[in-house]
């Protein structure tokens, strides 16, 4: 589900934050981004950002979002040779708590949780899962 897609989302009780449920993994952006055509954020360029949902405080209008989404940072995981495939990611370790607005919601993801391969990246050691669907490269950034 991608914010972007006007054909389903818009704002308000209309966005995609509405349909959010604890657990639901997320791309955010966070650095700079457009509200209605005018840039908030730190000034810095966008960097997208993984999480899953552990809490959501949010008041949706006819026509506005406001609040705070939380959750848990989420990384892709290398795969045995060091790529990353894009499709699998891991919690974070240590869990690093994250919050972010409404407007910096771009997707939620299909996702499910595993521990296969956790071998693979025991340094790590956080709980991993795959993506059900490939995403767009605009939505993958790997760090």
Known sequence: DFQSDDSMYGRGEQHLSALLKDGDTVVYQTGSWTIDGIEVGDGSPPILRYATV???QLVWTHN??????????????PTKNNNHDGRRLVLSNPLHDVEFGP?????????????????????????????LVELPPEL???E
């Not at 521990?115 to 790590?124: F, G, K, N, V």
């Open 103 to 131: 407007d910096q919601l771009l997707a939620r993801i299909p996702f499910d949780w595993d521990d296969e391969d956790l071998d693979i990246y025991s340094s790590q050691g956080g709980e991993c899962g795959t993506l």
């Open 64 to 77: 506005c979002e406001h609040g705070v989404i939380r959750g848990l940072d989420m990384e892709f995981l």
């Open 54 to 56: 552990i809490d959501i």
């Open 140 to 142: 993958i950034t790997i």
